[in-house]
Nanobody, 126 residues
């Protein structure tokens, strides 16, 4: 059973940066589609970015150009570099992964991702 552990959250001011990390364990291979999602207070969980087994990334419109998802295949770590943070980026950020043996990402719908981490809090406030 895959296990995901996020780290790197914190409190920053608008315009600053954070880098989130997600260590994935329990996967037989290291090329599954992985993603970052977030949930703000009182709102539904939403997709932020995904990365497939070939390293091709997809982003939500709200973060495109500011966030970058990447992966260290050797260590099975997925990163989310967040630049120019805005107050509306405040949320709990979750790492999630596919468990179906396929390298492509089918989209950001939550039901595609059975494996979830516990989340890490990101607060952007002046």
């Amino acid at each position: 059973q895959p296990r995901l552990a996020e780290s790197g959250g914190g409190s920053v001011q608008p315009g600053q940066t954070l880098r989130l990390s997600c260590v994935a364990s329990g996967y037989l291979y290291n090329d599954y589609c992985m993603g970052w999602f977030r949930q703000a207070p009182g709102k539904a969980r939403e997709g932020v970015a995904t990365i497939d087994g070939w390293g091709i990334a997809s982003y939500a419109d709200s973060v495109r150009g500011r966030f970058t998802i990447s992966r260290d295949t050797d260590r099975n770590i997925i990163y989310l570099q967040m630049d120019d943070l805005k107050s509306e980026d405040t949320a709990t950020y979750y790492c999630a992964g596919r468990t179906t043996r396929a390298s492509y990402c089918p989209g950001m719908e939550l039901h595609f991702y059975p494996a979830w981490g516990q989340g890490t809090q990101v607060t952007v406030s002046s």
